[in-house]
C-alpha cells in the first residue's frame, strides 16, 4: 500500500542552524502538508501546497519557513534558523482529492533544538 | 476561529465495555475526519465523513456526524486492548480544494483487561 515517507526520522540541531525536513508524498497525490505536534499537544497545520504552490498557510509558519517541491516527488519544509520552541514532531501529509481532503500523515520527523 | 473539542481528554475503561468520544466544534462544514495516533508514531486515517447524518463503521468502531449540532461522536464497542491509543477528530471548514485540516486536543483511550 502506497505510503507517505519522511526522513530524518530524528533531527537534533542548535538553536540558530537551519534545517530541512524531507517527505516523499503517495505518487498520485497532488495536495501537499506540513503539520507540526509539540509534544503531548495537538496536531497543529503549517502549511498546504498544490500546483506548486503555497494555498494556505498558518500563523505558525512565518518567514523561517520555507517549503518546496524541488522535483516530481520530494516534499520539503526549510526552518532557517531554528528556535527552542520549534522543537516538535513534523509531519508531512498528503491526499489525491482537495474535494474528500482524506490527508495521509507519514511517519514524522522529530526536531530536537538545543 | 474554529475551535475544536474533543471529550473526554482521558478514557480509561475495561474490556468488553462500550463507551463514546465526542467532538464539537464552532464553524459549520460537514468534513470531519478521526484519526488514531500510537505513543510515538503517526496518525492513522480511521474515517471520512462527509455529509451530515453520515456513518461508518470498522471493526468495534463506528463514527457519526450531525452537522446541524455540529458534533460528531466515535463509539467504541466491546472494547479491546489493542484499542488503546489516541484519537483524534479534524475538521475541513475550507472553501477551496485541500484545505487545512483543524483538530481536536485528542482523547487518549486505555483499555484494561
Known amino acids: 500500500e502506497p505510503e507517505v515517507t519522511q526522513t530524518p526520522s530524528h533531527q537534533v540541531t542548535q538553536m540558530g542552524q537551519e534545517v530541512i525536513l524531507r517527505c516523499v508524498p503517495i505518487?498520485?497525490?497532488?495536495?501537499f502538508y506540513w503539520y507540526r505536534q509539540i509534544l503531548g499537544q495537538k496536531v497543529e497545520f503549517l502549511v498546504s501546497f498544490y500546483n506548486n504552490e503555497i494555498s494556505e498557510k498558518s500563523e505558525i509558519f512565518d518567514d523561517q519557513f520555507s517549503v518546496e517541491r524541488p522535483d516530481g516527488s520530494n516534499f520539503t519544509l526549510k526552518i532557517r534558523s531554528t528556535k527552542l520552541e520549534d522543537s516538535a514532531m513534523y509531519f508531512c501529509?498528503?491526499?489525491?482529492?482537495?474535494?474528500?481532503?482524506?490527508?495521509?500523515f507519514g511517519p514524522g520527523t522529530r526536531l530536537t533544538v538545543l | 476561529e474554529l475551535k475544536v473539542e474533543q471529550n473526554p481528554l482521558f478514557l480509561s475503561m475495561q474490556e468488553g465495555k462500550n463507551y463514546t468520544i465526542y467532538c464539537n466544534y464552532s464553524t459549520t462544514s460537514d468534513r470531519l475526519y478521526w484519526y488514531r495516533q500510537d505513543p510515538g508514531k503517526s496518525l492513522e486515517s480511521l474515517f471520512v465523513?462527509?455529509?451530515?447524518?453520515a456513518v461508518k463503521q470498522e471493526g468495534r468502531l463506528m463514527a457519526s456526524l450531525d452537522t446541524k449540532a455540529r458534533l460528531s461522536t466515535l463509539h467504541i464497542t466491546a472494547a479491546v486492548h489493542d484499542l488503546s491509543a489516541t484519537y483524534f477528530c479534524?475538521?475541513?471548514?475550507?472553501?477551496?480544494?485541500?484545505?487545512?485540516?483543524?483538530f481536536g486536543e485528542g482523547t487518549q483511550l486505555t483499555v484494561n483487561p
Open positions: 479534524a475538521v475541513d471548514i475550507g472553501e477551496t480544494s485541500g484545505s487545512r485540516l483543524t
Open positions: 465523513l462527509l455529509s451530515n447524518g
Open positions: 501529509a498528503s491526499s489525491e482529492s482537495g474535494v474528500i481532503n482524506e490527508q495521509f
Open positions: 505518487s498520485n497525490h497532488l495536495y
